[in-house]
């Protein structure tokens, strides 16, 4: 078996969330990186304290989408091997299996994956739990409604964080649903999910401007 890796929970602060993207976005400006990145900021707080309040630990596993660089880093991962990662064109996927992080540039595509993690964990009575991370829109997608379904009525040790920054690409969450609170707002299903709302002082993605290569 390997080893379980620490997490940086209590080693990492704001600024290092917050000067992690910033250098990332440096280095996306000068061309190198050939693929899409998704820089994030306004919501290390939130993340940060998610982290701690849940006593995210080793044994407990990380699912997130394109934006999961923040989350990376405090699962444990080393700020140098996310950095690698992103330069190599893995920004939108970052996947650390010995760190137990999963991530997909698919809407919902991990829901599946992280509910059967889940599922296992329970049923095999081993320690860790599912953690799993989404944007506002995703949150309304029928996956994502089957999954936390399926959490809640099996008693899954699984939670789902929605970070709500109020859009999906540079398209108004709310008014697409015609609702101004996400559905699960005051249903059983609210047990399951931590919300919060920041917002993104990037773009959604890359930098707002067009990269050269
Ligand atoms: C199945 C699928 N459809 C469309 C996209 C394109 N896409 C990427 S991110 C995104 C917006 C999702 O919005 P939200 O969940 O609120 O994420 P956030 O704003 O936090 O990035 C879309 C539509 C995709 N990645 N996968």
């Not at 707002?185 to 959604?204: L, Q, S």
Request: glycine share 10%; charged share 25%; with cysteine.
């Amino acid at each position: 078996m390997m080893p379980e890796k620490s997490t940086s929970v209590g080693t990492i602060n704001k600024e290092d969330l917050a000067n992690f993207e910033k250098e990332i976005a440096g280095i996306f400006a000068t061309g190198v990186i050939r693929a899409p990145v998704h820089l994030r900021a306004g919501r290390e707080e939130a993340l940060i304290r998610i982290f701690q309040e849940n006593s995210i630990g080793p044994e407990d596993y990380v699912f997130g989408h394109w934006d999961s660089h923040e989350l990376a880093l405090l699962k444990g991962v080393p700020r140098e091997e996310v950095k690698q990662a992103i330069v190599d064109g893995k920004s939108i996927s970052l996947c650390f299996p010995e760190y137990k992080v999963f991530c997909t540039g698919i809407v919902g595509s991990l829901m599946g994956t992280a509910v059967g993690a889940a599922w296992a964990l329970k049923n095999q009575g081993k320690k860790g739990r599912a953690f799993i991370f989404c944007g506002d829109m995703t949150a309304e997608t029928g996956i994502f409604h089957e999954a936390v379904k399926y959490a809640v009525n099996f008693d899954l040790p699984a939670t789902f964080i929605v970070g709500d920054n109020g859009l999906s690409v540079m398209t108004n969450t709310r008014e697409v649903w015609g609702c101004p609170e996400p559905w699960f707002k005051g249903t059983k299903y609210d047990k399951k999910i931590i919300y919060f709302k920041y917002t993104n002082t990037y773009p959604h993605s890359g930098l707002g401007w067009k990269i050269k290569f």
